[in-house]
């Protein structure tokens, strides 16, 4: 699966940047859908039936998570780099 990341732009002071956050994909085969996590976010969670609906929606709830964090004066978590790997055990 392509390396994808939630795109954001922050406003600081008058200055609007453009932030990437990257973002897990996991398919849920029982359920036929796909979740996006943004490790940079803990809690922060979007779903849907294809990879490009689950995209929209973790971006969505980045921006939601972001704006709450602007809200209550929390300081705007910055993105991370992130490297996915997998790990063979014998079980």
Same mark, same amino acid.
């Given at each position: 699966?392509?390396? *994808?990341? /939630? %795109?954001? #732009?922050? @406003?600081?002071?008058?200055? &609007? #940047?453009?932030? *990437?956050?990257? &973002? ?8 036929? *859908?796909?979740?996006?996590?943004? +490790? ?10 294809? &990879?490009?609906?689950?995209? /929209?929606?973790? #971006? ?7 704006? &709450?964090? *602007? ?5 705007? %978590?910055? +993105? @991370? ?11």
């Amino acid at each position: 699966m392509p390396k *994808r990341h /939630a %795109s954001h #732009r922050a @406003t600081i002071g008058m200055e &609007v #940047r453009e932030m *990437r956050y990257p &973002v897990i994909l996991t398919p849920d085969h029982e359920a036929g *859908r796909f979740v996006a996590e943004c +490790p940079a976010l803990p809690g922060c969670i979007g779903e849907g039936e294809t &990879v490009e609906e689950a995209l /929209a929606n973790i #971006r969505e709830a980045i921006e939601a998570c972001l704006e &709450v964090m *602007r809200e209550h004066g929390d300081p705007i %978590s910055e +993105p @991370t780099d992130s490297l996915l790997a997998t790990v063979e055990i014998t079980a």
